[in-house]
């Protein structure tokens, strides 16, 4: 059972615009929430995490927002550049400290020159 | 930086054989984690390991199994390889208590 959830399977965005990748989760135990981004042939490198005490991180051009009540976040990505694209995986698990990880199908991100 | 080394980045064996995947990590992690990815499935955990000789099973362990007799390096064994264990095979390593996961670049496994 998939506890975590990526609909969308993949997403074009044009250059300079904003790439909204969401993510939902089942589980409400999980309250530590990251974002891996995988070149092909690579492995996934981490992005950008949030624990469930915020609603929002931001990093650079990377923002995470969450909503526990409705078990969902999102990654932005502003603006939206050619080397941005990849596969995103989001990722839960349950405090900053759990050391078992669920990922969810991954959104492959192209961003259009 | 972290470095996560799988031994082989693509492999391809016949239906049958026992495969070993071969994973080390250089940052005396304690936590090492073997995953698939398939397409429109993602990462699936298969056997992860907190300590040496430790080892618990994921979400998808039927048909493989594990060894870690030192902390650096964790090894995925295929027992008798099928077709439907051919996909990308990543390892990752962590400290515990911390946040991240680190992956190494992955085996793409071809069983014909």
């Known amino acids: 059972d998939q506890q975590v959830k990526q609909n969308s399977p993949s997403l074009s965005v044009q250059e300079g615009r904003i790439s909204i990748l969401n993510c939902d989760y089942t589980?409400?135990?999980?309250?530590?929430f990251l974002w891996y981004k995988k070149y092909p042939a690579e492995g996934p490198t981490f992005l950008i995490s949030?624990?469930?005490?915020?609603d929002k991180n931001e990093d650079g051009r990377f923002t995470v927002f969450l909503n526990k009540s409705a078990k969902h976040l999102s990654l932005h990505i502003v603006p939206s550049q050619p080397g941005d694209s990849a596969v995103y995986f989001c990722?839960?698990?349950?405090?900053?400290?759990?050391?078992?990880?669920?990922f969810g199908t991954g959104t492959s991100l192209t961003v259009i020159p | 930086d972290v470095k996560v080394t799988q031994s082989s980045r693509y492999l391809v064996k016949r239906t049958g054989e026992k495969v070993f995947l071969e994973c080390v990590q250089d940052?005396?992690?304690?936590?090492m984690f073997w995953y698939r990815q398939d397409p429109g499935l993602g990462l699936r955990l298969i056997y992860f390991?907190?300590?040496?000789?430790?080892?618990e099973k994921g979400d998808i362990p039927e048909g493989y199994s594990v060894s870690r007799e030192k902390k650096e390096r964790f090894s995925l064994i295929l027992e008798s390889a099928s077709t439907n264990q051919t996909s990308m095979y990543l390892c990752?390593?962590?400290?515990?208590?911390?946040?991240?996961?680190?992956f190494g670049s992955g085996t793409q496994l071809s069983v014909l």
């Open positions: 990752a390593s962590s400290i515990s208590g911390h946040e991240k996961l680190f």
């Open positions: 589980n409400s135990m999980f309250d530590y």
């Open positions: 949030i624990s469930s005490i915020k």
């Open positions: 990722a839960a698990k349950r405090g900053w400290t759990g050391n078992q990880f669920y």
């Open positions: 940052m005396d992690h304690e936590n």
């Open positions: 390991s907190y300590d040496v000789k430790m080892k």
